[in-house]
Every structure is written in structure tokens, then in C-alpha cells.
């Protein structure tokens, strides 16, 4: 049988056994060890050199002579010296490596203990504020700020009734708008029924933002200048696109998460705004300087808890409509972009927002999707209707909706009552409804592209399906362009050049 040193791995010149723990050493290395230490090596248990048995090896040999040291012998034995020391500092380093690694694990399982610890009160913590703000919300309270989600500048008005001031507004431009509505026609020039059924793709504007993650979300185009569109993407970006000049005006940053709705506020004497809504719950308004032509960020809209569904401009356009998630809708002053009503909360999250051409009726849609319309000025609901996006026709006669997800729901206000639903086909996904500025025209924008419908008749004038699914549409000035969001694409119809 052989013998192997615990220390330097080596089969013993001089083997000596340990009478505490049984290992076997080299005399040498285990004497200066104890020297240095006093302990065991291996066991860390206190060893004197009295506990250090000698092992008498078969055959005997005679052990050497001293060197000399001067002689060979003596370098030799310097050699084997530092070969000694290097053999317990070896050991050493590899018994702080095996400790250090025991150390580490140690820790590593702390730091992993306490984040999840972290997680769960994060979890219950968000959970917690949620069921503030749903008590605070049915109560009709202002829930404390939570860690800085709402500038302290903003000053809720809860559901309860309009700021005076605010409401004459509202009726000034009710009885404007209506006096003069009964009695309109469709301005000469207008588009008819025969040229919307010639409208072909007269124009794409490709690679409109981000190729990651692509897509358009929202479109608006200026009825002021015509040639100018904002769109909104999944890239978090808000552009606004010159058409005559192929050529970007602006990149509005600001949002964090993809942007839902885009709007102009245009008003004469008045600067023009950009209005964005998106998913991080925040609504932007950007304001342009005539001096730089460039727009500057105006004021950040932080009153919602949810993410933003809908976005509107009301007829006096110096108000703003928001809807969210949060199961909440709100008005908010264009002037001072002050808030200045917040509805009670629904049972529902709330998905699509519009506003009557007359700006005293608002309508919200829910996923289930039930839709309330409200008279704003009271805050009364008024009959329930049934979707997913809206839009009230010029007339103020008829909401169009889809009540379901490959049909769309033409409901009589005036009764109420659905006065025609039109069928899109099983494979048809619905995911924007208006009508142009005449009543006269319903377009429907979905998965398979976009359909125009003369009103009244139904009659389907136009299907455009190159471009593959729409997102959102516009009807443009005297309904002579519809303008598309497909993908990254803006596509104009019209009747060809």
C-alpha cells in the first residue's frame, strides 16, 4: 500500500501520521504547517508535533546526509524548500477558494429571497392603491397621489356637474351647431355616392415610423392644411407628415408605451395643437410656434389610471375627452389644461370614446362591450347601446358601432333603436368606424382592408383591400381623399390624377 501526503499529493519521504484525524503527511511540510498554524489542515482541529506518529516504511533506507551548503545538494534542498512552500500556499489558496464559493452561494440565495420579498410587496402595494382609487372614485374623492403618477399642478373636478363657466360654453355651441345642422346640405363640389365608387390608391407614403415595432396606430389629418397628417405608432412616437413636400415636420416624443389616438385641435386666431393619447396612461398635447415652425411640448395630462382608449376633441375645441381603462372618462380645459369633470366609475373598463357633432352627448364603449351615452352637461346616461369604436354621424341622428366582431350596428338616436346593421363577412375584424363630414358616407376600416357605404341606401361604393388590413382612417376635405394607416404605410384614395 502506498502512502500520499494530504498536502502535496506526493508519496512521503518522511510519511508521519496524524493521531487525531488519521491523515498522513510529510513530516516537513506538516512540522512547518503546525509551526505557522498550530492547527490540522484538513480538519482545522489544534495539532501539536507530539500528535505526529511516525510511520516506519518497509524496506528501510537510509535517510540522507545533511547537504552542505555550498554543495549542489544544498541548492537542490533550497529548491525543494520553495517547492514546500509553494505546495502550503496552494493549499491554502484552494481552501479560501472552496470557503469563498460557500460564502458567495450564500449570498446569491439572499439576494434572490429578498427580490421576490420585493416583488410580492410591489404586487400588493400596486393592489392596494387600485382598491383606493376605486373606493375613492365611488365615494366622489380625490385619491392621494401615489408616487408622483399625477402633477400636483392638476386639480380634479369629480363627477358632480360642469365648471359654469365651462357649461355655457357647451350650450352656446349646442345651439349653434343644431340651429344650423337642420338646415345644412352638403357643400357644391362635395363628393358623391358615383365618385366615391371610382376612388382607386392615388397615393402611398411607405415607412412611415419605426420598423421595430412597426405599425401605425392612429391618423389624423388638418382640415386647416390638408396636405399636413399626424399619425401615432407602436414605436412611442406621434409624427407629423407634410405630403406636398414627402417629408417629415416632426417627431413628438415623450411616451413610453405605443400611442392610441392622435388629434388637431385647429382653431382660428389660435395656436394649433397636437393631441396624443397612449397606453402609458398619459395623455400630450404639443403646441406650434409660428416663430420656429417647430411644435413644443405644451402639458402632460397624468389624471388616469389606465390605459388611454380614446381621444376627442368637443366641438368647442377648447375642451379635450379622454377615456380609459381605469372604467373612467374626463374633460379637460384646452386653455389651462386643467381637468375640469371626471365620470363616476363604470362597471366596465372602457375601450372606444366619441363626442356628438352638437357637443352634449358623449358615448363610451366596454369590452363586453356595452356602450353608455351621456349628456355631458348633466351627466345623465342615456339609452345603453351595444361595441367596440364609435362614431356619431354630422347629422346627430345616428351613432354607427359594431355589435360584433364582423358587423356594424347603425343605431337611431331619435328612438332608439338599430336602424341597420351591415354584415362584413365572418372573416372581418373591425377596428375603426366614422363617418365623413356630410353624413352621407359610413366608412369601415378592419382586417380586410376598408369599406364605404352610401347612408341610408347601404349601398357598398368602395372596397379597398390592397394595402391589407386598415388601422384607421380619415375622410379628407369635402370627402374627395379618404387617407389609411396600413402597417407602416399612409395610403390616400381618391379619385385618380
Not at 397606453?279 to 389610471?305: F, Q
Not at 389609411?484 to 404605410?489: I, K, S
Request: net charge negative; glycine share 8%.
Amino acid at each position: 500500500m502506498s502512502f500520499f501526503c494530504s498536502i502535496s499529493g506526493e508519496p512521503p519521504q518522511d510519511p508521519v501520521v496524524s493521531s487525531k484525524s488519521g491523515h498522513v503527511y510529510e513530516r516537513r511540510l506538516i512540522t512547518k504547517y503546525i509551526t505557522e498554524n498550530g492547527t490540522d489542515p484538513i480538519t482545522g482541529d489544534k495539532l501539536e508535533e507530539a500528535d505526529l506518529i511516525s510511520v516506519k516504511p518497509n524496506p528501510k533506507a537510509a535517510a540522507p546526509r545533511p547537504p552542505n551548503a555550498t554543495s549542489i545538494p544544498a541548492l537542490l534542498q533550497t529548491l525543494q524548500n520553495e517547492w514546500d512552500a509553494t505546495m502550503l500556499e496552494t493549499f491554502a489558496l484552494r481552501q479560501q477558494y472552496n470557503s469563498l464559493r460557500q460564502e458567495l452561494s450564500y449570498a446569491l440565495y439572499q439576494q434572490d429571497a429578498a427580490q421576490r420579498v420585493v416583488a410580492r410587496l410591489i404586487k400588493e402595494r400596486d393592489a392596494a392603491r387600485e382598491a383606493l382609487s376605486s373606493v375613492a372614485a365611488t365615494m366622489n374623492v380625490e385619491a392621494p397621489a401615489a408616487g408622483g403618477d399625477v402633477d400636483m399642478a392638476e386639480v380634479a373636478q369629480e363627477a358632480g356637474g360642469l365648471p359654469a363657466e365651462v357649461l355655457k360654453q357647451i350650450d352656446e355651441t349646442h345651439q349653434k351647431l343644431s340651429a344650423a345642422r337642420k338646415k345644412r346640405k352638403a357643400p357644391a363640389g362635395y363628393a358623391t355616392a358615383a365618385d366615391v365608387k371610382g376612388y382607386t390608391n392615388k397615393h402611398t407614403i411607405p415607412s412611415l415610423h419605426s420598423p421595430s415595432p412597426a405599425g401605425i396606430t392612429s391618423l389624423a389629418v388638418s382640415t386647416a392644411n390638408p396636405e399636413q397628417f399626424v399619425t401615432g405608432g407602436n414605436d412611442k412616437v406621434v409624427q407629423i407628415y407634410d405630403k406636398n413636400t414627402d417629408k417629415v415636420l416632426a417627431q413628438l416624443k415623450g411616451h413610453t408605451k405605443k400611442i392610441t389616438h392622435v388629434a388637431f385641435r385647429e382653431r382660428e386666431d389660435e395656436t394649433t395643437l397636437v393631441l396624443s393619447a397612449s397606453a402609458d396612461k398619459i395623455a400630450k398635447v404639443w403646441a406650434h410656434d409660428s416663430a420656429s415652425g417647430e411644435y413644443i411640448p405644451k402639458a402632460t395630462i397624468r389624471t388616469h389610471k389606465g390605459e388611454l382608449t380614446g381621444l376627442a376633441v368637443h366641438p368647442t375645441s377648447t375642451l379635450l375627452a379622454l377615456s380609459s381603462a381605469d372604467r373612467t372618462w374626463s374633460l379637460h380645459d384646452l386653455t389651462n389644461f386643467s381637468q375640469v369633470l371626471r365620470s363616476a366609475e363604470a362597471d366596465e373598463p372602457l375601450t372606444a370614446l366619441s363626442i356628438h357633432p352638437d357637443g352634449t352627448l358623449v358615448a363610451v364603449g366596454t369590452p363586453g362591450g356595452t356602450i353608455q351615452v351621456f349628456d355631458i352637461r348633466s351627466g345623465a346616461g342615456a339609452a345603453p347601446f351595444t361595441v367596440n369604436t364609435l362614431s356619431f354621424s354630422e347629422n346627430g341622428y345616428h351613432l354607427a358601432a359594431p355589435d360584433s366582431l364582423a358587423s356594424v350596428a347603425v343605431w337611431d338616436l331619435r328612438k332608439p333603436k338599430v336602424a341597420k346593421t351591415l354584415a362584413l363577412g365572418d372573416a372581418f375584424k373591425v377596428n375603426h368606424v366614422a363617418y365623413d363630414a356630410s353624413a352621407g358616407f359610413l366608412g369601415v376600416a378592419g382586417n380586410e382592408g376598408l369599406r364605404v357605404f352610401a347612408h341610408k341606401t347601404w349601398e357598398e361604393l368602395a372596397r379597398f383591400e390592397e394595402g391589407g388590413e386598415v388601422a384607421d382612417f380619415v375622410f379628407g376635405a369635402d370627402g374627395k381623399e379618404i387617407w389609411g394607416a396600413t402597417g407602416r404605410e399612409v395610403r390616400i384614395w381618391g379619385v385618380a390624377a
